[in-house]
């Protein structure tokens, strides 16, 4: 089996004919970027304390989640410099925030509903701060 991409997580995510499929992908995207957070919160140039949060927001979000089934993890690599280095991990976590958002609305899942919400809005949160954690984030430089 190939190592998953950011593209095969984003892929699952889409699933509309399986839900186990996205929970699965979201639980592994949460996990990829909480590893990330926390070797970002060690990096120079980084907001080790954005970083912190970013990891547990994830870690949260991540909790409440079954694990996949089967599958290998994402590979954590070292992100691009800057903050469009994390860009595409902000991305898979509001594609996360979205998937989970429709999964809610699927008959099937109307009795998780309320915890899929939950798990989404982690998901947004981490994606804000994590884009806070390289850069300006708001703050002079």
């Known amino acids: 089996m190939t190592q998953p991409t950011i593209t095969d997580l984003a892929t699952a995510l889409d699933d509309t004919g399986r839900a186990d499929v996205v929970l699965g992908a979201a639980w592994d995207a949460f996990d990829v970027v909480g590893r990330l957070a926390d ?7 980084s907001d080790e304390t954005q970083a912190m949060l970013t990891g547990i927001k994830c ?3 991540r909790r409440l989640l079954p694990p996949p089934a089967h599958g290998r993890p994402l590979e954590t690599g070292a992100a691009d410099p800057g903050r469009a280095g994390l860009e595409p991990y902000g991305a898979l976590l509001r594609h996360v925030d979205a998937a989970l958002r429709r999964l809610a ?8 509903a309320e915890q899929l919400a939950l798990v989404a809005g982690h998901a947004a949160a981490a994606a804000d701060l994590l884009m806070t954690v390289r850069g300006d984030g708001g703050r002079a430089s």
Do not use: F
Not at 39 to 45: H, N, S, Y
Not at 105 to 112: I, L, M, N, S, T
């Open 105 to 112: 609305r699927v008959p099937e899942c109307a009795d998780d």
């Open 39 to 45: 070797a970002l919160a060690l990096d120079e140039g």
């Open 59 to 61: 870690a949260d979000g």
